[in-house]
């Protein structure tokens, strides 16, 4: 579905609305259809049987919120965000920054290359000159089969087999290990089937060409061959936070201890949406950590800098995705969250989940050099404390106005604190009911 133009109006004061109101507002930007919403009302996908064909040993469903970041515009169309995750401040800190964004900048990306990698291991080559003229020799042969009788399917929608290389890489006892990469455009779909299929249709002929033992082959994670880039472009920031944000930024990019913690911030914006997408949020994970090591050394997956009241921020890793194939085509809710983007591709769902990362990222480093984490963070989990200690529907608006009020004065607040207030609050009503009778 295609969000209306007049997004930006529906998407104020969002947050503050009921459930019945958002679906209201999503249905009037078209965002979601009148069946969407009976979908989602009826508590969503209940049935047995299409668990039962994902896993084995199926006991139930392990259910997540799921929620909607607003407010953002990517490449030039308005978005949607579904998010299926627990943490509380996620889709909140998201949909400020991506307002932010809307009034001060633009989110722009692009997707450089168009292949994933399959890796054939040869444990210990036995001959390494004959190997590589054997396989230079051959290359056009074995891709040309395997695009026939294993990738005909990718081959005619654009896709297959484009390339064949080997890599010499020393092994511990000075002997030499052969790893041929093979080079897959698998158009909308992940690909990790297709290329595990098409690396076991070529381990018997590459053995029988380079007299060679193939010892095991899989896809790779570490996608370097095809690059997701997204770009944020806010001017007009002031002097002060535009230099903080790049000092944090710095603080990343070189130092390890700091880049995990920074590039977990990331993928708190990307997990949600790969769940909510029927997406291996665990092979894009890999893939985004490998590429931060790339040089040796682990650093930030983006990097911002300012200048003359201009703030820049930049993602680019491997970001693997797919919109064919397994759960995305299976499960119902899935399906509703592809439609909700209007995705046409999986390489547009590949720059919105960068996009979406960035942004992230983006609230995350102006809170951390702003208000602190515990402020900026712990402002957003009160409705958990609030809940968490017990209160009820009466008193929770109390308490959470309390537990507000401590956090301002004392600049931190716990579930102990949220205990102790409303014990407080229980005390002073029980008293109130003793005096009065």
């Known amino acids: 579905m295609a969000i209306s133009e007049n997004a930006p109006e529906l998407f104020q004061g969002f947050s503050k609305l009921s459930r019945k109101e958002r679906f209201h507002r999503l249905a009037e930007m078209g965002a979601l259809s009148e069946e969407d919403i009976a979908f989602l009302n009826d508590g969503g996908i209940h ?29 030039h169309k308005d978005y949607v965000i579904p998010m299926a995750v627990e943490e509380t401040s996620i889709i909140a800190a998201l949909s400020k920054s991506a307002k932010w964004i809307r009034q001060y900048g633009e989110i722009t990306t692009e997707i450089v290359g168009n292949t994933v990698i399959g890796q054939l291991q040869i444990g210990e080559v036995q001959n390494w000159e004959y190997l590589d003229t054997a396989l230079k020799s051959n290359e056009a042969a074995l891709i040309e089969s395997a695009n026939h009788d294993v990738a005909a399917g990718l081959v005619r929608r654009g896709g297959g087999i484009k390339k064949l290389t080997l890599r010499r890489v020393n092994r511990p006892d000075g002997k030499a290990m052969g790893i041929i990469h093979l080079f897959v455009d698998c158009c909308d779909a992940m690909g990790a089937n297709i290329i595990n299929q098409i690396l076991e249709y070529l381990k018997e002929p590459v053995e029988a060409l380079t007299q060679e033992k193939i010892t095991m082959c899989i896809l790779s994670n570490l996608n370097d061959s095809k690059i997701t880039r997204a770009k944020v472009q806010l001017k007009g920031i002031d002097d002060n936070l535009g230099k903080r944000i790049q000092e944090a930024s ?39 950590h490998a590429y931060a090591a790339r040089d040796g050394q682990y650093r930030a997956i983006t990097h911002w800098r300012y200048e003359n009241t201009e703030l820049t921020g930049i993602f680019e890793a491997p970001l693997i995705v797919g919109i064919v194939g397994g759960v995305t085509q299976l499960h119902p809710t899935v399906q509703l969250c592809l439609k909700m983007m209007d995705i046409q591709n999986a390489n547009q769902l590949s720059r919105i989940a960068a996009a979406v990362g960035l942004v992230q990222n983006l609230g995350a480093l102006r809170a951390l050099t702003t208000v602190g984490i515990v402020q900026g963070h712990m402002r957003l989990h009160i409705d958990n404390l609030a809940l968490s200690a017990g209160a009820s529907e009466e008193e929770i608006p109390w308490l959470k106005a309390k537990l507000e009020q401590w956090l301002n004065f004392h600049k931190r607040v716990s579930l102990s604190h949220a205990v102790e207030l409303l014990q407080e609050l229980r005390h002073s009503r029980q008293t109130q009911v003793s005096e009065s009778s």
């Open 47 to 75: 049935q047995m049987d299409l668990a039962e064909k994902w896993i084995e040993n199926v006991i139930g469903y392990f259910q997540l919120p799921l929620g909607v970041a607003t407010n953002f515009r990517i490449d």
């Open 250 to 288: 710095l603080f990343a990019e070189q130092d390890p201890y700091r880049a995990a913690t920074h590039n977990k911030g990331v993928l708190n914006g990307i997990d949600p949406l790969m769940i909510a997408t029927g997406n291996d949020w665990r092979a894009v994970e890999a893939g985004i």
